[in-house]
């Protein structure tokens, strides 16, 4: 089935460690993004990359880094998980060649620093 | 600043037409989207809209005016399962979304 697929589905992590949120999408899309989503706010573009080998830095990119080495699969790492960045992190996709750059969601990671 | 303004909450009853408005300003227009998100599940999408006017897709019907930097979504013939989330995020000059905190809908028998 196309689609985004993320794992894990959710993760308890102590603070300072080192954790890698995994995206994996199978339509060929160029473009991909990372967001967060708290409760009461909009959700928050961490990174994204509008094609592979290329990332960029959205609104809220301290603390992650991602990489992009081909079409389908955007890493996002926490290099040292701090509490506030306890959240739901959605991956997205979009083909931004058909011009309305619809985005396609993830079923999301929920992740706990403690 | 960039800022997209929905009510928070909203709540209808089964049968009826509800209306959910959003506001926003970006730097710069490349379209409104409107998001379904049920709780604890990922946002799918619902409707774009660059021009003005109205589009309607079966019972939602999403409407934008670019002058006012208004949009809304019109869902009629509620349904139960229609009880989500609905996400206002305006594409900037950038292509980036700029997305609302959502309006949580709450429908009753």
């Known amino acids: 089935i196309a689609g985004i697929t993320q794992a894990p589905t959710s993760q308890i992590l102590a603070a300072g460690r080192r954790m890698t949120l995994r995206c994996t999408q199978d339509?060929?899309?160029?473009?991909m993004y990372w967001y967060r989503q708290d409760l009461g706010l909009g959700l928050r573009l961490i990174h994204y990359s509008n094609t592979a080998g290329t990332t960029g830095k959205g609104e809220v990119p301290d603390g992650y880094s991602v990489s992009r080495a081909n079409t389908d699969d955007f890493p996002l790492t926490l290099a040292s998980a701090v509490p506030s960045q306890t959240s739901v992190y959605f991956c997205?996709?979009?083909?931004?060649?058909?011009?309305?750059?619809?985005?396609?969601f993830g079923p999301g990671t929920r992740l706990t620093v403690l | 600043g960039q800022n997209i303004d929905q009510p928070t909450e909203m709540t209808a009853t089964e049968g009826a037409i509800v209306q959910i408005n959003c506001t926003y300003q970006t730097s710069g227009f490349n379209g409104l989207f409107w998001y379904q998100q049920h709780a604890g599940e990922a946002p799918t999408f619902l409707s774009y809209?660059?021009l003005d006017g109205l589009e309607e897709k079966g019972r939602f019907s999403s409407f934008l005016s670019r002058s006012k930097g208004y949009s809304y979504l019109l869902l009629k013939e509620l349904q139960m399962k229609d009880s989500a989330s609905y996400l206002c995020?305006?594409?900037?000059?950038?292509?980036?979304?700029?997305w609302g905190a959502g309006t949580k809908l709450i429908i009753k028998p």
């Open positions: 809209n660059v």
């Open positions: 997205a996709s979009s083909d931004s060649t058909q011009g309305t750059d619809t985005q396609y």
């Open positions: 339509m060929r899309h160029n473009a």
């Open positions: 995020a305006a594409m900037d000059s950038n292509y980036q979304l700029i």
